[in-house]
């Protein structure tokens, strides 16, 4: 486990500002799929199944993510943050020179296991030298880089598109993420060193029975894997609902998709502004009852384009605040296996994310937004309920 540091704002600065701009990176990567579904299963030749399955596919990292967040406790947060962009930067440039489907599909992998290495590295290591008091103010801020990648990366990636080809985003984020491995090599304080042993499978496994007997942890574990699940199933039939219902091209779905980073950046401005001060557990109980009302609300907005995307960026405003003030409650839960508890975050949510994006396609093409709509409050209804049981009984100073 690393010890928890005391750094000073001038020192703390520049590693934040560094890692929030390279998370847009991979934020931008692990995104961009989800609109341009159609541009992709076109270029390269394959059906629009083929690029959800992709998608799927690419969601399951997160589990292997999990199985790297002890190692994280022990190698360090620096060291697992640079492997991660490292294997960005591989897999987009692997994509941009060999642009066919399984090096695509590999490059994504690749992209998505080294998301899964860098998030909780991050989370963990803001965890380690932010107190509790002011982690929803700092967490909110990096998270901008999750609106940021709708606000700003999609629709750069939607004008690479139409100029370049479907394969240029991919040449672009490469080279940014051998910049970011660098940039970080410097930015990042280095950290204590830890004495190197021979680590048992016992003492390894051990590790996890401290989240597996946790209540609080199982309760956000359930919480943030219905969640997962819910956006998801929204998410990947998105585009296809703007583009079939209202009949929009590359570069207009991409600037519309802006209003949702838009809706995002003010739901992470909130948690920075209020959460800290309201209470991370009452935002958050507020947050998700919010959710279920706008998904059952969204099939009632499919009468024009200003409805809809109005509604996706009330939905996706109030979604974005209810995440971002639970990864700041997440890293206190455990707070001697940060990276640990996190990894397990981000890898049930993968898990909900990958059967999200499954089910997706299927429900919207039985029933449409309807049906997207009602599976998804029902869903976000079912985090609540994990969300309320596992935090009962459950406080920290500043909650």
């Known amino acids: 486990m690393n010890p928890t540091h005391s750094t000073n704002r001038p020192s703390i600065f520049l590693p934040i500002a560094g890692t929030t ?10 995104r ?24 799927a596919i690419n969601q399951v990292t997160s589990l292997l993510g999990a199985l790297i967040g002890p190692l994280s406790d022990r190698l360090g947060y620096r060291k697992m943050m640079i492997a991660g962009i490292a294997m960005l930067a591989t897999g987009m440039l692997a994509a941009a020179i060999f642009p066919i489907y399984a090096v695509v599909l590999v490059a994504l992998f690749l992209a998505g296991l080294g998301k899964s290495i860098f998030d909780p590295a991050v989370q963990a290591w803001v965890g380690s030298r932010v107190p509790y008091r002011r982690r929803a103010l700092v967490i909110g801020i990096m998270e901008t880089s999750w609106s940021a990648s709708t606000l700003i990366g999609i629709p750069l990636v939607a004008i690479l598109m139409d100029r370049y080809g479907w394969q240029s985003p991919f040449l672009v984020m490469g080279g940014l993420g051998c910049i970011g491995a660098i940039a970080l090599f ?3 304080p280095k950290e204590s060193e830890l004495p190197l042993r021979k680590v048992t499978p016992s003492e390894y496994l051990g590790t996890y029975s401290r989240l597996i007997s946790n209540k609080t942890a199982w309760g956000v574990l359930g919480y ?19 583009e079939n219902s ?15 980073g838009v809706a995002e950046l003010a739901g992470e401005g909130l948690t920075a ?8 557990k009452r935002a958050l109980a507020v947050g998700l009852s919010l959710s279920v009302l706008s998904y059952f609300a969204l099939p009632f907005l499919d009468t024009s384009l200003t409805a ?3 509604g996706l960026a009330i939905l996706f405003f109030i979604y974005e605040f209810t995440l971002v003030t639970s990864l700041s409650l997440c890293t206190e ?20 994310r990958v059967i999200g994006a499954l089910m997706g396609g299927a429900i919207w093409q039985a029933g449409g937004i309807l049906a997207t709509g009602c599976i998804s409050g029902v869903l976000t209804c079912l985090g609540l309920l994990c969300l309320m049981r596992g935090l009962r009984g459950w406080d920290q100073t500043g909650t």
Do not use: Q
């Not at 701009?21 to 692990?30: D, E, H, I, K, S």
């Not at 929009?248 to 779905?253: D, F, M, N, S, T």
């Open 21 to 30: 701009f390279f998370r847009l990176v991979f934020n931008t990567a692990r």
């Open 32 to 55: 961009f799929a989800y609109p341009f579904a159609p541009v992709l299963s076109r270029g390269l030749g394959v059906s629009l199944s083929a690029i959800t399955s992709l998608i």
């Open 186 to 188: 410097f930015i990042i």
């Open 224 to 242: 943030v894997f219905f969640v997962s699940a819910a956006n998801d199933n929204l998410f990947v039939v998105y585009g296809a609902w703007l």
């Open 246 to 260: 209202f009949g929009l091209g590359i570069v207009a779905l991409g600037l519309g998709t802006s209003l949702i």
């Open 273 to 280: 502004a209020i959460s800290d001060r309201f209470g991370l």
């Open 308 to 310: 809809a995307m109005s």
């Open 333 to 352: 839960i455990l707070p001697g296996f940060r990276a640990t508890m996190m990894s397990g975050f981000f890898a049930t949510a993968g898990i909900g």
